[in-house]
């Protein structure tokens, strides 16, 4: 079963709080304490320097920092995929497109997880993020029986599978800011 952690600031300081937490996403250290830059993602066009415009005139809107943990013992599946799946359910409960982004983390913590940053007109309530955790729980469910029918032992690293997306970040200390 899914695990939805959700948190979110409303007005001016959304967008602070937004950056704040792209950039722990980005440069969290490793299990062994070295600081290692990911890559970001976002819906599939990937425009980052036009999402992260959108998140910062978002200024009274609702700015969540949602993690997605899929739960102990999942067969692994594409989380890119997996977190478009429920980032395109919440922009539909919202009727609205909902501006964000993702970044994955594996092979840091036993618990293999997405942190994404998003800008909602309206606050989530407890039954939206329910209906979350069941398109989550539902999306990993089906990219999982499309694994396992592939025969995947394992998924591919990021930069493995989308190298056109693995340095779509800004310059290189544009996050120390």
Sequence with gaps: MTIVRAR????????????????????RPDRDGQRVERAVFGPDGLDVAGIRAQLDAARGDHHYRVVLNPGAGQHPVDQRDWTRDVMAAVAEGQGAEVPWLAVEHRNQSQHDHVHIVAATERRLTRMDLHTLREVADSSWERHATWARALDLDAVQEPHQQQPERSRALTPAGAWER
């Design 8 to 27: 979110f600031t409303v007005g001016a300081g959304g967008p602070a709080a937004s950056r704040a937490a792209l950039r722990y996403a980005v440069l």
